[in-house]
Structures are given as structure tokens and as C-alpha cells.
Nanobody
Framework: QVQLVESGGGLVQPGGSLRLSCAAS????????MNWYRQAPGKEREFVAG????????NDADTMKGRFTISRDNAKKTVYLQMKSLKPEDPAVYYC???????????WGQGTQVTVSS
């Protein structure tokens, strides 16, 4: 079965760091662009970062540039989000997404909660 399982969420102090992981299975991971999104209560889902199958082909939201870094390990079929200098506005459920645009197919993980104490 197709699975995207996020992990690494939890409670962190403002200014702290956290590394999220998303382990994929059940599909050709290397063919898909991987993305991180987040959604806070009462807000729309927001794009965080993305990475293509080509090393170095990354992009991220302007508000997170310099703080969040996306990476992937195709051998492990895992995408990561390194989060630094966490701010009060960062708490949300973080989701990973796999997308293959040519066939208009995408998969979503179940999400992992990130909480930033104040």
C-alpha cells in the first residue's frame, strides 16, 4: 500500500530546532517531487518547501527561507525538513506530499504536530 508517514514532531521552545521526517513506501519515490505543507487551526494549508528528484532543486516559502531546509534520501525513500529558529507562528500540523505532475497523481501523509512553547 501507498504510505507517507511523518515523524519528528513534538514540543520545542521558541528559537529551537526540530527535524521532521517523512518515510515513503508503495510507490516510485524517486519519480516524485516531495513537498512539505503545514496547516494551523483555522487557517488554510500553507506551502512550506519542495524538492525535486534532482539534487539541489529545492524551493521554499519566503517566510521560511533561511530557517527551514528540505532534503531527501532516495535510497531511504525519505524526505526531511530541518526546522531552525522556530517561531510562535510556526506551530501547526506538518504534512508531506508526493506529487508526479505528469500523471496528475499525489499522495499525502497523515501529518505530524509541531508545537512551539512561548
Amino acid at each position: 500500500q501507498v504510505q507517507l508517514v511523518e515523524s519528528g514532531g513534538g514540543l520545542v521552545q521558541p528559537g529551537g530546532s526540530l527535524r521532521l521526517s517523512c518515510a515513503a513506501s508503495g510507490f516510485t519515490f524517486s519519480s516524485y517531487t516531495m513537498n512539505w505543507y503545514r496547516q494551523a487551526p483555522g487557517k488554510e494549508r500553507e506551502f512550506v518547501a519542495g524538492i525535486s528528484s534532482t539534487p539541489g532543486s529545492t524551493n521554499d516559502a519566503d517566510t521560511m527561507k533561511g530557517r527551514f531546509t528540505i532534503s531527501r534520501d532516495n535510497a531511504k525513500k525519505t524526505v526531511y525538513l530541518q526546522m531552525k529558529s522556530l517561531k510562535p507562528e510556526d506551530p501547526a500540523v506538518y504534512y508531506c506530499r508526493a506529487r508526479w505532475g505528469l500523471i496528475k497523481r499525489e499522495y499525502w501523509g497523515q501529518g505530524t504536530q509541531v508545537t512551539v512553547s512561548s
